[in-house]
């Protein structure tokens, strides 16, 4: 079973930044570079949403275009980390934030990810 912890969460004003981490597991994550890793957010009283997406080289990357130009998605496979870089924030990002991995090539749709984290909140203040 593949374990997922994101962190770097918190209150920050519009037009402000935060960096998210989401570290796997050593004991249940020993082919880290294999899978395609995402990050989804959900908002109070909304459905989870894609973010942003990353494949297993880190040569692609792939984001909602709420976010685009605004947020970037990095990973270093050494660490097990995947990072989403998140720039002028905006009230409408107030949400929880989750990564998740799966197998294979990309895709924005929750359903098709294997693993998910716990979630980090994020607030931006207007």
């Known amino acids: 079973q593949v374990q997922l912890v994101e962190s770097g969460g918190g209150l920050v004003q519009a037009g402000g930044s935060l960096r998210l981490s989401c570290a796997a597991s050593?004991?249940?994550?020993?082919?880290?570079?294999?899978?395609?890793m995402g990050w989804f957010r959900q908002a109070p009283g909304k459905e989870r949403e894609f973010v942003a997406a990353i494949t297993w080289s880190g040569s692609s990357t792939y984001y909602a275009d709420s976010v685009k130009g605004r947020f970037t998605i990095s990973r270093d496979n050494a660490k097990k980390t995947v990072y989403l870089q998140m720039n002028s924030l905006k009230p409408e990002d107030t949400a929880v934030y989750y990564c998740?991995?799966?197998?294979?090539?990309?895709?924005?749709?929750?359903?098709?990810?294997?693993?998910w984290g716990q979630g980090t909140q994020v607030t931006v203040s207007s």
């Open positions: 050593e004991r249940t994550f020993s082919s880290f570079s294999s899978y395609a």
């Open positions: 998740a991995a799966r197998r294979g090539s990309y895709t924005k749709y929750v359903r098709d990810y294997d693993y």
